[in-house]
T-cell receptor, first 114, second 113 residues
Framework: GQQLNQSPQSMFIQEGEDVSMNCTSSSIFNTWLWYKQDPGEGPVLLIALYKAGELTSNGRLTAQFGITRKDSFLNISASIPSDVGIYFCAGHTKSGAGSYQLTFGKGTKLSVIP | DTGVSQDPRHKITKRGQNVTFRCDPISEHNRLYWYRQTLGQGPEFLTYFQNEAQLEKSRLLSDRFSAERPKGSFSTLEIQRTEQGDSAMYLC???????????FGSGTRLTVV
């Protein structure tokens, strides 16, 4: 089945530093998504990428959809304490039943030291 | 738009008992999904509804699991004869009829003791 390899598994950074994390897949995806999950909550969508090569920003977040459609990265600039959480990449393709089923990576746990 | 609502937030049950979770999607969203997330893992797809029709089920959804979405509004996920391996966060998500990221609820944390 499809698998997403997300790295790093965890990061400890100083407040104000930039962060980079990435995701690779053995399969092609039509869409790449980045979510953030706080403890005890559901994932919250940060950025959605729809075209190979697409570079999209959302405030201090920037993400890119790889040309091969098998990878994506997420950068966070000037990290702040509220960036703490688990970041998930996810890819989806439309199934024959019409669902846009998501395949998630295992997450990158981000800790920010004030 | 009050988001996706899930109830209860937490459930502790004894092994062998049945449990039922409820999801209220965003009102105009016709697509509804159930995912399961275990500790240290990303969410995994369980099942998908378009309106009231259950169109897709994962192999993770054993015959002890059943999901419904009567009238295409709220959905329920029932687990019969719970096992310790069912302990997980059960997440519901909904979306409108297009590709893109969907909105997750806060989840129901199930602990089977």
């Amino acid at each position: 089945g499809q698998q997403l390899n997300q790295s790093p598994q965890s990061m400890f950074i100083q407040e104000g530093e930039d962060v980079s994390m990435n995701c690779t897949s053995s399969s092609i995806f039509n869409t790449w998504l980045w979510y953030k999950q706080d403890p005890g909550e559901g994932p919250v969508l940060l950025i959605a990428l729809y075209k190979a090569g697409e570079l999209t920003s959302n405030g201090r977040l920037t993400a890119q959809f790889g040309i091969t459609r098998k990878d994506s990265f997420l950068n966070i600039s000037a990290s702040i304490p509220s960036d703490v959480g688990i970041y998930f990449c996810a890819g989806h393709t439309k199934s024959g039943a019409g669902s846009y089923q998501l395949t998630f990576g295992k997450g990158t746990k981000l800790s920010v030291i004030p | 738009d009050t988001g996706v609502s899930q109830d209860p937030r937490h459930k502790i049950t004894k092994r062998g008992q049945n449990v039922t979770f409820r999801c209220d999607p965003i009102s105009e969203h016709n697509r509804l999904y159930w995912y399961r997330q275990t500790l240290g893992q990303g969410p995994e797809f369980l099942t998908y509804f378009q309106n009231e029709a259950q169109l897709e089920k994962s192999r993770l959804l054993s015959d002890r699991f059943s999901a419904e979405r009567p009238k295409g509004s709220f959905s329920t996920l029932e687990i019969q004869r719970t096992e310790q391996g069912d302990s997980a966060m059960y997440l519901c998500a909904s979306s409108i009829d297009r590709a893109g990221g969907y909105t997750f609820g806060s989840g129901t944390r199930l602990t089977v003791v």
